[in-house]
């Protein structure tokens, strides 16, 4: 039920008109993980657990900051009983599943051991499948096969195909590395070649700055693992060289067509420059007035003025509100208006959020409620890099993707919260000692 649930999850998440079935899915899964966590009691007692404890103490300081330092406690309230009841239950989903998969041995029937990769593998890649056929379909139907800015049809944004396809990516990668290692089957040769050139081609129709910059170092990490430690490959796979060269090919034709359309790249350092001068110029408060010139007489490009400038604004509001306003969804628009009067009035509930996640979970809950979820991620991916299976190489992959993909993208709301305790908390299971190290401890 867990794994299952899980990957349907995973599948659907950021998939409009869903909530229905991912509430379902959340409380099937919450169901199965108590079970699964009764019967691992014994390693939630290990001292090693003290980051899950960190994790979900973090749900106490949601509390204490309501009670003490909310700065809109009707709001808050309204969140801690909603978003924060699914954000629990898909924390304890994502423990209970990394528990599971840090020893399947002991924990999964043989079938399961063997259909659990695949399964899901397939939730993750669900949303650049369910992308890629709704394009199939478009072009059927249209009878034309380019469709830019394609993201709104399917999605109604760029973040979810920036978010889940940089999750995604790792893992075609590693299994392409697996089967170079001759540890997978040579089959994942082709399967890896249409995962990647599935998630390029989304990035390139959704026209998405951030899903290229992440995808470049991911692939970037990757060839780096090709040189650094394939360097005794012989020549009998040279089939595989072949297949990296029409990788880098695909993947550098796609990447230029991308740069020509998308000027902003060319003039990024100039444009940064005039953005992050936020006192001069007030274009990111209220938008009224016209964008500033760069340094090369050309109006800057309005998103990366956006990111930029709020990027700033942000960071001075973190310095002078360092516990938080309290609030998932636009606490820097909440402060925002606080500081500065003519900052733009809100539509609704809808203040204004930079475009970074963790400079607006740290507007929301502080330096301390982003320390109480950093701290498990790194100590997961520490101790991932000690471990070789595939779950614990795909921590070792993902984690440094989150931390960036969270950092440049807007995703400080809704499911892509829900998404990142889940991933957390699946990262800090995993890091559990199994039943193996543990023996192996008391011997010692």
């Excluded at 998969?101 to 650049?128: A, C, K, M, N, Y």
Aim: net charge positive; aromatic share 14%.
């Amino acid at each position: 039920m867990l794994l299952f649930s899980a990957a349907a999850l995973l599948a659907i998440w950021p998939l409009p008109r869903s909530i229905g079935i991912r509430h379902l899915l959340l409380l099937i899964g919450f169901v199965a993980s108590l079970v699964i966590l009764t019967k691992n009691t014994w390693r939630l007692k290990h001292l090693e657990a003290w980051p899950v404890y960190l994790l979900f103490s973090f749900f106490a300081w949601l509390v204490f900051h309501l009670i003490f330092l909310s700065g809109s406690y009707e709001e808050q309230w309204h969140e801690l009983t909603g978003d924060w009841i699914r954000n629990f239950l898909a924390a304890s989903m994502g423990l209970a599943l990394g528990i599971t998969l840090s020893d399947p041995e002991h924990q999964l029937s043989s079938r399961l051991q063997r259909i659990q990769q695949p399964v899901l593998i397939f939730g993750l890649g669900g949303t650049i499948i369910i992308f890629s056929a709704r394009y199939i379909y478009e072009v059927i139907q249209t009878g034309q096969w380019i469709h830019t800015d394609f993201y709104m049809t399917p999605y109604l944004g760029k973040t979810p195909l920036v978010i889940f396809g940089s999750l995604f990516l790792p893992v075609m990668l590693i299994k392409i590395l697996s089967a170079l290692r001759k540890t997978e089957r040579p089959i994942w040769y082709l399967y890896g070649l249409l995962g990647i050139a599935a998630t390029v081609l989304t990035y390139y129709f959704a026209n998405t700055k951030n899903g290229f910059a992440m995808s470049v170092l991911i692939f970037g990490y990757f060839l780096l693992q090709v040189l650094t430690r394939n360097t005794h490959i012989k020549t009998h796979r040279s089939s595989f060289y072949v297949l990296l060269l029409a990788c880098l090919l695909v993947f550098g034709y796609v990447v230029k067509k991308h740069l020509d359309s998308n000027p902003a790249w060319s003039n990024l350092v100039a444009d940064y420059k005039i953005s992050s001068q936020i006192e001069q110029h007030t274009y990111w408060k209220d938008q009224g007035s016209p964008l500033p010139l760069n340094e090369h007489g050309i109006a800057v490009n309005g998103s990366t003025y956006e990111r930029v400038a709020w990027g700033h604004a942000g960071l001075k509001l973190l310095q002078e509100n360092p516990w938080g306003y309290g609030l998932i969804n636009h606490s820097f628009g909440a402060l925002a208006i606080q500081k500065w009067p003519d900052f733009h009035k809100p539509d609704g509930k809808n203040r204004g959020a930079t475009h970074s996640g963790w400079l607006d979970f740290a507007l929301g809950f502080g330096v301390p409620g982003l320390l109480l979820l950093w701290i498990p991620l790194l100590v997961s991916y520490i101790r991932a890099r000690r471990r070789t299976d595939f779950w614990s190489t795909y921590a070792v992959w993902t984690i440094p993707v989150i931390a960036i993909s969270y950092l440049t993208t807007e995703v400080c709301s809704d499911h892509f919260i829900e998404l990142l305790f889940f991933m957390t908390a699946l990262f800090s299971g995993l890091a559990l000692p199994s039943d193996r190290e543990a023996n192996v401890a008391n011997v010692d």
